[in-house]
């Protein structure tokens, strides 16, 4: 049975590179037919083909969310929000409460706490969370998943050897802290393996409805590695139970089980670093206010120079982490070396993150044609400037995220949300692009969309199939109840989602479904 369908009356952006806007559209079979006016679609009218009248709504090739972790952000979904609060005492109300109604024994799990919205400014250390409970192991993960906080029963199960990197130490005793890289290497893969398959699979489409009610219609599924040991092949073998377009990033350093899989590209959070907000990001120079710190490299350039090579060399597409300048030399240089010994022209190799670049790193980015994958929500939701005035200083801080000099100099950049860091939700990537706080480094709107488009689907070789509204691309389309190229720029994000297609069908939101913006 054919799948047929007209759309009139919609402001169209194509998000093609000639900038086409247009009113009417074709769909047949999940494939785009024709783009125009409504006279253009006289063929089809007269075949009986249905007709959708949008009223006037925009009509947008579906968003590309081409950094985020599916199996996390479900598992997130599944435990507590502290993303609310504003006090350890708020952090601890929600775990007195989950207390009372989990059984005795389980897991309390609880994420997105963001230490610089806390009074405190820190998370809460292993002897307060065992004030709060000593029934339950209990784990508090920050915002950003370089850092977490357990109790001591949680510190118990998971047995952590000492003198790991990472674990805070005072008096011989945990704090119940523990950052990169004992966080990555220990603490979140023996999480990982308290869920069973099942669960992950579940919470994994409930996290893409949630990303389709933002418009999301393909998803880079950055999965396994120390984050969850075995979920790159999990998810492999059930892409297809999912209700977006998925393209698989195989999280590990495993060339041979990545090639086995039939993927071609590997890596993601292959974590190169941490995180500013953890002091654990690499740099050249020491953290302003911590002068003995510059931050973990967690391998040596010998380990990532031999890495990045044979991955190259087996043909694929390489992306690791890489938040800070001292982390970007390290792969940047490793790349530069395996293009020089095995030049490719076309290997669309990524840096994710690159928060803090030098300017020099970013003109060899443009001229190896390494892409940055980057997350301008994290702007909104994470950056606080004065905080970062004082860990970065001011020269570093002007080179944050630094869009418009990296767009200038010909890097390609895709879009991101690094899901569950931040909500699947490319719009409010947008405006964080969009209104920049550092000025010089904003963008405009039209290319803050191409992060999330047509420069996303560049990112994953999928130029020709997604990313702009053209005739013989497939038709992921989002339908918006405003214009983002006419709205004032601080009223982007707030746009409204009417509707998603995939593959030309409309997606039916389960009706228990969770919203990720309630």
């Known amino acids: 049975m054919q799948n047929t369908f007209i759309m009139l009356h919609a402001n169209g952006i194509s998000m093609d590179e000639a900038a086409t806007r247009f009113t009417a559209l074709a769909v047949e079979n999940g494939i785009i037919r024709a783009v125009g006016s409504k006279e253009d679609m006289a063929p089809f009218m007269d075949m009986g083909w249905p007709v959708h009248d949008l009223q006037n ?94 109790n001591t029963m949680a510190l118990d199960i998971f047995n952590l050897p000492s003198g790991l990197e990472g674990l805070d130490v005072e008096n011989g005793q945990p704090t119940g802290i523990v950052r990169d890289p004992g966080a990555l290497t220990h603490v979140f893969p023996a999480l990982s393996r308290q869920r069973s398959p099942e669960s992950k699979l579940a919470s994994c489409r409930r996290a893409a409805f949630s990303a389709l009610r933002r418009g999301v219609t393909t998803m880079h599924a950055l999965e396994g590695g120390e984050y969850g040991p075995g979920d790159g092949v999990l998810f492999a073998n059930n892409m297809d139970s999912m209700p977006v377009h998925m393209v698989l990033w195989n999280q590990v350093m495993d060339i041979e089980e990545t090639v086995g899989l039939g993927l071609p590209r590997i890596g993601g959070c292959i974590c190169a670093d941490g995180a500013i907000d953890c002091y654990t990001a ?23 120079d031999t890495f990045i090579l044979r991955a190259h060399e087996a043909g694929l597409q390489i992306a690791i982490h890489c938040e800070t300048d001292r982390s970007i030399e390290q792969v940047l240089s490793a790349m530069e070396k395996a293009l020089q010994k095995s030049p490719r022209k076309d290997h ?15 003109d060899r980015m443009a001229k190896a044609g390494i892409i940055a994958s980057m997350q301008p929500a994290f702007l909104p939701c994470l950056v606080d400037m004065e905080d970062y005035r004082q860990r970065i200083g001011d020269d570093r801080l002007r080179r944050l995220h630094p869009y418009r000099t990296i767009l200038d100099a010909g890097v390609k950049v895709c879009g991101g949300s ?22 010089s480094e904003r963008i405009s709107v039209v290319e803050a969309l191409r992060m999330f488009t047509c420069d996303a689907a560049f990112s994953s070789f999928e130029e020709n199939l997604r990313g702009s509204i053209e005739p013989g691309k497939v038709a992921d389309l989002v339908v918006l109840d405003a214009d983002p190229l006419a709205v004032s720029p601080d009223a982007i994000s707030g746009i409204r989602v009417v509707r998603a297609y995939v593959d030309g069908k409309p997606v039916e939101q389960p009706r228990d479904g969770p919203d990720s913006r309630s």
Request: charged share 20%; hydrophobic share 35%; with cysteine.
């Open 418 to 439: 690094d899901c569950p860091v931040t909500p699947h939700d490319p719009l409010m990537g947008v405006q964080g692009a969009v209104l920049h706080p550092v000025e």
């Open 282 to 304: 690499a740099f050249f120079e020491p953290y302003t206010n911590q002068p003995e710190n510059r931050g973990v490299l967690n391998f040596t350039q010998e380990e990532m």
């Open 348 to 362: 669309r190799h990524r840096i994710e993150h690159v928060e803090v670049p030098t300017y020099d790193q970013i």
């Open 57 to 150: 709504q925009t009509l947008m090739p579906g968003f590309i969310d081409t950094h985020q972790h599916t199996v996390l952000a479900g598992q997130v979904m599944d435990g507590l929000d502290f993303s609310p609060a504003t006090c350890l005492d708020d952090i601890f109300q929600s775990i007195a409460e989950a207390a009372r109604t989990i059984p005795s024994g389980e897991w309390i799990m609880g994420y997105s706490a963001n230490d610089l919205n806390l009074r405190e400014l820190r998370l809460p250390t292993r002897e307060e969370l065992d004030r709060v409970c000593t029934t339950h192991p209990v784990l508090v993960v920050q915002c950003s998943w370089h850092m977490c906080s357990l």
